[in-house]
């Protein structure tokens, strides 16, 4: 699990590219300190696992599903990546929980300036759409990000100097891909009020009233 809070910025060193597989080697300093094989590292908010590394560089291996969902095959040497490693039980959760498991990948359409903030607009499917709120919480090449307004196919998110400087997205452009995580608990409410709906009989005390009494 991971925070949604990049730790740094790597830079891809080099991209082995298999049929539908690639193999990916990144650059980095405070994200191998602790590091042993077979550990979880979030790339561009992708859950990746390290295969090999050293000093100051790590490989993971991207299987064809990761490849087919996420924008990491379109990355290539010199490009910049988030990077964080999983969170550890104690440490604080200054973001969301994360999954590191991209849902789908969505566009910048537009970024403006207000004031001291980013103003990014991402457009995004429908089936993605569905589980965003305004105030909600998305992650956004594996940025934990506040959503400020959305609609059928598009949303904001505001990036503060902090997040524009320390991530890639603050050095993106109009067009660019980016990989998108929902929150979690939308999918599971959504899945469990559909199982109560299709199954009448089940036993449940989870309801829209109760989600909605207890601040939903």
Known sequence: MFTGLVEEMGKVKDIARGAKSIRITITASKVLEGTVLGDSIAVNGTCLTVVAYGTDWFTADVMPETVNRTVLAGLKAGDEVNLERTLRVGDRLGGHIVSGHIDDTGKISEKQ???????????????????????????????????????????????????????????????????????????????????????PNVKSDLSLAFLREHGF
């Open 113 to 199: 300036i207000n004031d001291i903030a980013v103003i990014v607009k991402i457009s995004a499917t429908p089936e993605i759409l569905r589980y965003i709120i305004q105030k909600g919480s998305i992650a956004v090449d594996g940025i934990s990000l506040t959503v400020v307004d959305c609609a059928q196919d598009w949303f904001t998110v505001s990036l503060i100097p902090h997040s524009a400087e320390m991530t890639t997205l603050g050095r993106k452009k109009v067009g660019d891909a980016v990989n998108l995580e929902v929150d979690m608990i939308g999918k599971y409410v959504e899945k469990l009020l559909g199982l109560k709906a299709s199954q």
